[in-house]
């Protein structure tokens, strides 16, 4: 498995065509806000969000005159989706990141574009469905050590015939870390909450590692051609940190192969670097705690390992 080498990593990564984060209508002559400029700038657009539901509620009691109704529900839905795209991108740019850039270096953040279907493939992490989608691609260092990071949501959909069958096999974040040595041959964790598994994973059963902790065993599954070096690299301290983020997110699996650690953590429905307010006073504090908590995810796993 290559999970990433520096001549392929653009490869590695998809364009959400069509998906513009940054709109030109909300930056001002510097090309970006500050956090608290942004907050303000944000409250602007979701009283925009309220105001535009407005007219298309006018626009439903308007219906008696149908192409007036209609062109009033259009026109509002039109001025919501405007002002709904406009806040995604103040918080991405402002709420983001500037933490972002005050926590790693080397920064490269893309929210548009996230990590290719192949490059998910090739982690042997989650079963892979017939719907793709990935954005938020980060790039940068931390502590010498070059990681990657983005959304990433598999999904397998049916609307054959009579069927309307959709499953969610993973919503969340997935990381790439490399390091400068080889750490094992290969080691793969997997919380017991982490049920939709790679299909190569499910044929490793042979290699289940039982380790010396009971209580980590019924939490969680360990598999490694290699038994010596499942326990060379989950030391109890590791072990610690594995059970804290298994109960800091919903389920939580891990790939190691050479230098390269895979972590994804699976939170369907929570995307880390949106807003938790989907209108309405948006606090500037708590938003910026919340980044902060997913930025310190990634330190501490590095200052872990490293």
């Not at 080397?106 to 954005?135: A, W």
């Not at 969610?168 to 909450?193: C, H, I, N, W």
């Not at 369907?268 to 504090?285: E, V």
Request: charged share 25%.
């Amino acid at each position: 498995m290559n999970y990433n080498n520096e001549d392929s990593t653009r490869e590695n990564l998809i364009r959400n065509e069509g998906e513009s984060i940054r709109g030109d209508s909300i930056w001002n002559e510097g090309g970006s806000f500050s956090s608290s400029e942004a907050a303000q700038k944000w409250q602007e657009k979701s009283n925009e969000v309220s105001k535009s539901m407005i007219l298309v509620i006018v626009g439903v009691l308007l219906l008696f005159i149908p192409p007036v109704g209609i062109a009033v529900i259009v026109f509002g839905f039109l001025k919501v989706s405007r002002a709904q795209k406009e806040m995604k991108a103040l918080y991405k740019e402002a709420f983001v990141r500037e933490p972002l850039v005050n926590n790693f270096q080397n920064v490269i953040y893309e929210p548009g574009n996230g990590f290719s279907e192949n490059y998910v493939r090739d982690f042997q992490l989650c079963k892979m469905g017939n719907t793709f989608h990935s954005e938020d691609y980060i790039k940068a260092s931390y502590k010498d050590i070059d990681f990657e990071v983005s959304q990433v949501c598999v999904r397998y959909v049916d609307n054959s015939d009579d069927h309307d069958y959709s499953k969610t096999y993973f919503d969340g974040r997935m990381m790439v870390f490399s390091f400068p040595e080889k750490l094992v041959s290969q080691v793969a964790v997997f919380s017991r909450k982490f049920k939709e598994r790679s299909e190569s994973i499910k044929k490793q059963k042979k290699d289940k590692v039982q380790l010396e902790n009971v209580q980590f065993n019924k939490e969680f599954d360990v598999y490694s051609p290699v038994g010596e070096d499942a326990f060379y690299l989950i030391t109890p301290h590791f072990m610690e940190h594995l059970q804290e983020l298994c109960r800091k997110h919903q389920s939580v699996a891990m790939n190691v192969v050479g230098n390269k650690i895979v972590l994804a953590f699976n939170e369907p429905g929570n995307n880390a670097f949106d807003s938790s307010a989907a209108a309405g006073k948006l606090d500037y504090d708590k938003e910026m705690q919340k980044v902060q908590a997913e930025i310190d995810d990634i330190k501490n796993f590095i200052s872990l390992v490293r």
